[in-house]
């Protein structure tokens, strides 16, 4: 019955900016570290930002700081990443993922996955 569901995928010009959102159902998001991680082909999953239950604090990782920006609201249960000035080595697909213990910045601590949505960016 837990679905968390990303949209705003797409294709992409080096330099351009997408904003990825994420829907939860079946759970309340705001007992939840909400995160993004994303796994480009042949790959393993990376960390990429994620964000306490309140809003209050964030974490990226280095190769998206200044670029990326993660948000949350509550009320609509949703996620979401703000993605700009992006590169090509960006392209991957990126998945919403929910932590009930951790901060959401390690795939084996994450206790819900989104089915992810894919990004291209183009040179």
């Known amino acids: 019955q837990v679905q968390l569901g990303e949209s705003g995928g797409g294709l992409v010009q080096a330099g351009g900016s997408l904003r990825l959102s994420c829907e939860a159902s079946?759970?309340?998001?705001?007992?939840?570290?909400m995160g993004w991680f994303r796994q480009a082909p042949g790959k393993e999953r990376e960390f990429v930002a994620a964000?306490?239950?309140?809003?209050?604090?964030?974490n990226y990782a280095d190769s998206v700081k200044g670029r990326f920006t993660i948000s949350r609201d509550n009320a609509k249960n949703t996620v979401n990443l703000q993605m700009n000035s992006l590169k090509p080595e960006d392209t991957a697909v990126y998945y919403c993922?929910?932590?009930?213990?951790?901060?959401?910045?390690?795939?084996?601590?994450?206790?819900?996955w989104g089915k992810g949505t894919l990004v291209t960016v183009s040179s």
């Open positions: 993922a929910a932590d009930r213990a951790g901060r959401a910045t390690r795939s084996a601590g994450i206790y819900y």
């Open positions: 964000i306490s239950r309140d809003g209050s604090t964030t």
């Open positions: 079946g759970l309340t998001i705001s007992s939840y570290y």
